[in-house]
């Protein structure tokens, strides 16, 4: 297995196109620390001194709209800001931090569906591209079973977005040190979960924040290989999930507003920062949940993508 997964990286890497993602991923990276550090200069900003009174005021202020407020997402916003305020104020947080490293990584995320459309691409291609240049008679004339075939390619390509995302923290990280301060002591991430905030390190939260943004890309990675396996045709599988990319969440919200099943739409669930960060599309729906869903969904698409790609024929 090892020998195979190998030789389908040595396949992606040895793309032109592969080494252009890469450079087009690093490339946009820089402009945007560029562009973030041409913002902060000239903008410096002293801490403001009063933070705790003016935090007391946005609090009475929030719990005002509270009680008049009549809808669930507002609701739970300011249910959120409430809390994570009061204890800021009770433990001395201060929410005014100078832009650093940290806060560019962060902000650097928002490039990982930048590499979940690069990997999309990869995904789409591993076992149509086979189809179309004919090497998948040479491929399946060897002693080695199609499932195991199969697995190596989908293996290599959840190694390249996991290599992709390594490069993006990497790279955002490096850059952060050298155009942004480095903190001496980094201000702990107030984490916001079923009404209670705890402390979390920044280097841990940052980890576990790409790890959850990441999960969309997976997701669509994975079906994007089974439409690959299923119909032979990059361009479909490339076309579909990239459509799907950019609409499937504005879609599901359209259809969460009115029906309550649309908590079982693959989109509702593929943003799990939505239970941290934010309020889950649908009433009701729960971090588990969330999970449960996406490995039926996952179990599906490989189900499917195995038992073609073994029941193909490939002699004609």
């Known amino acids: 297995m090892f020998n195979l997964v190998k030789n389908e990286l040595m396949k992606i ?60 997402l507002e609701k739970d916003y300011l249910k959120r800001q409430i809390t994570i305020n009061e204890y800021r104020m009770e433990h001395h947080i201060s929410p005014e931090q100078k832009y650093s490293l940290w806060g560019f990584v962060t902000d650097a995320s928002q490039l990982i569906q930048l590499a979940g459309l690069f990997t999309i691409i990869v995904s789409a291609g591993i076992v149509a591209s086979e189809f179309s240049w004919g090497t998948i008679k040479l491929l399946l004339i060897r002693p080695i079973k199609r499932t195991k075939i199969l697995l190596a390619k989908y293996i290599a390509v959840l190694l390249f977005a996991l290599f992709l995302l390594a490069v993006l923290f990497a790279y955002s990280t490096a850059i952060g040190a050298v155009l942004f301060d480095i903190p001496d002591k980094a201000s702990p991430y107030l984490n916001y979960y079923n009404g209670k905030v705890t402390e979390q390190n920044m280097i841990l939260h940052l980890m576990i924040y790409y790890g959850l943004n990441s999960v969309s890309m997976i997701m669509l990675a994975t079906m994007a290989f089974m439409i690959s396996s299923v119909f032979r045709n990059s361009s479909l599988a490339i076309g579909l999930s990239i459509f799907l990319m950019f609409t499937g969440g504005q879609i599901t919200n359209l259809l969460s507003l009115k029906f309550s099943w649309a908590k079982y739409v693959l989109f509702a669930n593929t943003d799990l920062m939505q239970y941290f960060e934010g309020t889950p599309m649908v009433e009701g729906m729960t971090l588990p949940f969330s999970v449960m869903v996406l490995a039926i969904y996952f179990l599906i698409f490989q189900l499917l993508a195995f038992y073609v790609f073994q029941k193909r024929d490939v002699a004609a």
Not at 32 to 44: L, R, T, V
Not at 47 to 70: I, R
């Open 13 to 72: 890497f040895k793309r032109p196109g592969t080494y252009v993602m890469i450079g087009i991923l690093v490339i946009i990276a820089s402009i945007a620390a560029g562009f973030i550090k041409y913002q902060e200069s000239g903008n410096e900003k002293a801490g403001n001194p009063q933070w705790e009174h003016s935090l007391k005021q946005e609090t009475e202020s929030s719990k005002k709209q509270l009680e008049n407020s009549n809808s669930r």
